[in-house]
Structures are given as C-alpha cells and as structure tokens.
C-alpha cells in the first residue's frame, strides 16, 4: 500500500509525455489521414473510381433514409416508454384484475415477433382516418411506430417493474416510520433511484428498436434498407451492390455502436457506485 | 370426417366474425402448414448451430491469442450493434451474388435463402450465447476452482469437471432467453422469401382479405414455440440444479 503511493506521482506525467509525443501513431489519426491523402490524390488525378462516385451522389437519398429510421425510433421510444411506464405503473394495482391484464400485456408483446407485429399494425389499421368532417392520411411510417411502440412498452413496463423491485422494501418502511406519505415515497425515495436503474437496460431497449426500424422497409415505408435496395437495383453493378449494403450495415452500426457503448460505461459506472 | 370438423369450426369461427375459409381451400391450407413446418425445421436447426457458434465464439474470446481475439470482438461488436435484416441482405443479396458469380462455371450456386437463414441467424444468436457462456464463466467462484486445484485436479479436468459445469448452469436462463428470442428471429426469413409461416401467410392474406385471423393463427404460434423453448429451459434448469448454486 505504502509502495504504490509513493510510486504514484509520477505517472501521469509520464503517461502525458508519451500521450504528447503517440498522437501521431494513433491508429485512428493515422487511417484518418491516409483516407484523406487518398481522397486528395483522385481529386487531383481525377480518377476516382466510378463505385465511390455512385456513392456520392446516393448519399443523399441514403441519409435521408438513415434520418426516416431516426425519426421512428425516437418517436416509437417516446410513445412506448410512455405507455410503459403506465402499464408498468399499474402492474402495482392493489386490483387483481389490473395486474393480471398488464402481465398478460407484457406477456403477449414481449414474446412476439417484431416483424409480424408490423404487419399486424400496418395491415390491420386504415390508410386514412375521418375526424368528424376532414380525412386525415395515416402514413405507413405512423403505423410502424405504433407496431414497434407495442414491444417497446411492454419491455418498459419490465424494466420499470424490475427497477422499483429492485428497492429494498425496508426503504418503504424506513420511509413510512418517518412520517412520509406513499406518493411522497414513490416521489422523493423510490423513483430518483430507480431512474438510474432504468437507464442503462432503456438505452439497450433504444438500440434494439433503432435496429428493428429497418424492418420497416418490408412494409413500404422509404427507409435506410429501401433507399439501398432502390439504389441497389437502379445503378445495377455488382461492386456497388456489395458497396452499398456494407454502408448500410457501417450506417447503423455507427449509430448504434456508440449508444451501446455508452451504455456500458453508465453499467461501470453504477457498478462502481 | 377431417374436411367435415374443418367445415363446423370455420362456421363456428364465422360467428365470431373471423373468416377462416382459407382452411378448407386444400392449396391454400397445404401451403399454410407447410409454411408452419418450415419455421419448427428453422428453429430446430438453428437452435443447435447458435449454440455451437457460442460455444466456439466465446472459445475465440477467451483463448487469448493475440491474433484471434480482436477479429472476433469486432465480429461480436458489428453483429451486437446492426439489425439482422441487414446482415441477412448482406449475406443473402451480396454473398450470394458473389458466391454464385464465382461458381457459375462450376454448376451453380448450391446456397438456398433456407440455408443463408439459418446462417446469419445463428451466427447471430452465437454472439448473444458467447456473451452469457462468458458471464457464466467469469461467475464461478475464484475460491471453487483454488480448491479444486488442491484437490489435484489437472488444468484439463478443471475445466471439463469444475467450470464448465458451473459456467453453464450460471449461463442457462440467458441462454434460453436468447433461444426464445432466435424463435421470434426466423420471422425475418419471409424478408428473402423463405416459406415460412408468416411468408406462407402473406401469400395467402394477399388473395383473400383475412389478415387478422391469420396474425392470430402466426401469434399462437410462435407463442407456443416461445413457451415450449422456455418450458424445455426450465426443466433443463430443474435437472441441473444443484444445491449450494442459485434457487
């Protein structure tokens, strides 16, 4: 113990010393430049091969794709962790017959296919809806939301379920011999600890529905997948075939990568706390 | 007499107001059970070739061969964080197009999409085993394995006897949640036309207008299947319990 506190002080500056003089040998810094010297050289050469072309001018098509899958995810995240966190509110009902219909609720979704649920949505409810006297069109996208918002609150249900279980009961008596109120405990006692319980498991929630999202380009609605099939099948060359759907895989990890690994960071984090 | 039971249950249903006339078309119904068969052949192989993936990915991982290792991971980390579609495109519509380039000379192409299926979802799946066949592992008490080496067990019989045992008894209930998960999975076969039940059913919802009966029909379905993998873990669970470890 004694040891390794005298030994400590000097090694940050060392490691910021070899930090200093390694950031020119950082693998990242390195491929970084080479793929710009690289694009620099087919600028000046004009020889550019005809694939990264193509790429270039689908880009736009394929990041507003990459956007359409955004926009459902939040959207589906939003609307399913509100109806979860009610679902799972009310697997406490003092009621037996609540609590058996939220088990059963979570239940069903959680155990069905995402796909078939997106079917299920997209088939079963109208194209467009009559509000009193105007027509109001019901785009397939706002269907696959609501396909994909149905796991996504019976999972947060779960979640929710398991972080307020996971307090210890002695909490909720310790609190009541204190003279709170049980809205008061839930408020004050219960709920900022079970908020960071949740994030962690609702950020691996997020992730799996960003990657479901692309099940919606099986039921028409003009996504990632669907705008590099479309280029796919318009440009209609075997390099770029196999160009484009390994950007579309780079696409979503890039996006998804890094919630993942954020959401490590938070589990080390609370593990060390 | 089967054809006459058909007959009185769809009226019956009828009266509910579910239109399952579908059932006593005899093409119709065929393709329907058939479609039903492909998806229990699906599961049936791809729960034992994820489970071989696992085993030999969190193998890989734990070898700690500087060669090996980071491949791996980064194959573990690219399968984790990209949607399965995807990967199956990546496999179905690119691969394939390249394998089948390549062997056009050679008589053809001898990959099916059954085949690619069953692939990428256990190369899938294998990643999700790797990772709780690891937390299984790493689970075991430091303490059990130090006093089975004083007992004079060998590095071999450590492992075979002592912590794989543990490991997998640890890893279980992760492990069939993962198979009830690769069951759900195979629906994203019908995406590149395997006739599988939900495939089966969108050729049939397509003549007739009768989605709903038939969403609840692939629903019970995979419900059943989901409920006959997590019933088969638990009696697995019950079998191997062993007193001292878990409840």
Redesign the interface.
């Given at each position: 113990m004694v040891s390794e506190l005298t030994l400590a002080p000097p090694a940050p500056t060392w490691k910021l010393a070899g930090s200093a003089a390694s950031a020119w040998r950082k693998p990242w810094f390195l491929a970084a430049s080479a793929v710009l010297a690289v694009l620099l050289y087919w600028m000046l050469t004009n020889s550019t091969p005809a694939v990264l072309v193509y790429l270039w001018t689908w880009s736009p098509a394929l990041l507003r794709g990459l956007s359409a899958n955004i926009g459902i995810s939040i959207l589906t995240m939003a609307l399913g962790t509100a109806a979860g966190l009610l679902v799972g509110a009310l697997s406490f009902s003092p009621l037996r017959l609540l609590r058996v219909a939220t088990r059963c609720y979570v239940q069903v979704f959680r155990n069905a296919p995402v796909l078939v649920l997106i079917y299920f949505t997209t088939y079963l409810f109208p194209f467009e809806v009559r509000l009193l006297s105007w027509t109001v069109p019901f785009p397939d996208w706002i269907k696959v939301v609501l396909g994909l918002a149905l796991p996504a609150s019976a999972n947060v249900a779960e979640i929710f379920r398991g972080a307020i279980q996971s307090i210890p009961s002695a909490q909720w008596e310790a609190a009541h011999s204190l003279a709170f109120r049980r809205s008061e405990i839930f408020l004050l006692i219960v709920l900022p600890q079970c908020v960071r319980r949740m994030l962690p498991p609702w950020m691996n929630l997020y992730a799996g529905i960003t990657m479901s999202t692309a099940l919606a380009s099986l039921v028409g609605v003009h996504d990632l997948v669907d705008a590099a099939q479309i280029a796919s099948n318009t440009v209609a060359r075997t390099d770029f075939t196999i160009l484009v759907y390994f950007t579309l895989l780079g696409l979503f990890f890039a996006y998804c990568y890094p919630i993942a690994c954020a959401t490590r960071a938070l589990e080390r984090h609370h593990d060390r706390h | 007499m089967i054809e006459s039971l058909l007959t009185q249950g769809v009226a019956a249903l009828k009266l509910l107001g579910l239109n399952y006339a579908f059932v006593l078309n005899l093409s119709e119904r065929t393709a329907f059970v058939r479609g039903l068969g492909v998806t229990l052949q699906l599961c049936l192989l791809t729960i034992p070739f994820s489970l071989a993936a696992g085993v030999a990915i969190a193998a890989a991982l734990t070898s700690g061969r500087t060669w090996l290792v980071p491949p791996v991971r980064a194959f573990v980390?690219?399968t984790?964080?990209?949607?399965?579609?995807?990967?199956l495109?990546?496999a179905f519509?690119?691969l394939n197009?390249?394998i089948s380039?390549q062997l056009q000379s050679h008589g053809g192409n001898p990959m099916t999409p059954f085949v690619w299926v069953v692939i990428v979802v256990s190369l899938h799946k294998g990643v999700f085993h790797a990772e709780a066949l690891r937390a299984g592992i790493e689970a075991v008490p430091r303490v059990t394995l130090e006093a089975a080496r004083s007992l004079g067990f060998s590095r071999r019989q450590l492992l075979w006897r002592v912590e794989l045992p543990l490991a997998l008894r640890f890893a279980l209930p992760s492990l069939v949640n993962n198979l009830?998960d690769l069951v759900?999975?195979?629906?994203?076969a019908?995406?590149i036309a395997v006739g599988e039940v939900?495939y089966e059913s969108?050729m049939i919802?397509t003549q007739r207008d009768n989605?709903?009966e038939l969403?609840l029909l692939?629903?019970l379905y995979?419900?059943l299947l989901?409920?006959l993998v997590s019933l088969a873990g638990h009696l697995l669970e019950q079998r191997l319990r062993m007193p001292g470890y878990g409840q």
């Open positions: - | 980390e690219v984790r964080n990209t949607p399965t579609l995807v990967q495109y990546c519509l690119v197009m390249i380039q009830v759900k999975m195979t629906a994203v019908s995406a939900t969108i919802w989605v709903l969403l692939i629903l995979f419900g989901t409920w």
